[in-house]
């Protein structure tokens, strides 16, 4: 399923995003996505200020939450057709964990609030690194849902916005590689 993780650089070099549509069980337990959560926690965070929160969503709360983004849609876009409601209905049960992360601004801080999403973003990523890490694979979405106020007040408040839905499993098929940049290309030496 996955490449040599028994070295940290092999570890990294080797995860891959899963489809979240294609993520099966098992998934991880409520203590290994606390412990992922725990791990997502230590991302570079200027002012220490835990600019983000993860929200586990339980299993049994998947309708509730296609509730929720159905409803919203529905409110914002009352000629929806029947066919974007599947899909959105679909997107709140894939994969068998999930854990919607929150970029949480402090305001009255004077860390910029650009650094403190860039934090968000980060935590996302060592969540979907601690997933590979103890086996799973993961898939950070956004999409329509997470820029939705209605769908975000269902987790939290204004200034708070989703920053992912991050879906964990384990792939149904073989993750696919995915062309990568050249790094040629997006890496560059400046000398002054």
């Not at 791990?39 to 309708?63: C, N, Q, S, Y």
Request: charged content about 20%; glycine content about 8%.
């Amino acid at each position: 399923m996955f490449n040599d993780r028994s070295t940290p650089l092999s570890l990294l070099s080797s995860r891959r995003s899963g489809k979240p549509r294609d993520l099966v069980a098992p998934g991880p337990d409520v203590a290994a996505l606390e412990q992922m959560c725990a791990i997502a926690a230590r991302t570079p965070d200027h002012g220490k200020l835990a600019p983000w929160r993860f929200v586990i969503v339980a299993p049994e709360a998947r309708a509730a939450l296609a509730k929720v983004i159905t409803d919203a849609f529905r409110a914002e876009r009352p000629e929806a057709r029947r066919i974007e409601i599947e899909a959105l209905e679909q997107f709140a049960h894939q994969a068998p964990a999930l854990v919607v992360v929150l970029s949480s601004p402090r305001s009255e801080s004077h860390i910029p609030v650009w650094e403190q999403e860039l934090s968000a973003g980060a935590a996302c990523m060592n969540l979907l690194h601690a997933a590979h890490a103890m086996g799973f694979a993961g898939g950070w979405l956004t999409g329509w849902a997470a820029f939705s106020d209605r769908v975000r007040d269902a987790f939290g408040a204004a200034p708070e916005r989703i920053a992912g839905f991050v879906f964990i499993g384990t792939p149904g098929k073989p993750l696919e590689e995915r062309p990568r940049p050249d790094t040629g290309a997006v890496t560059s030496h400046w000398h002054g």
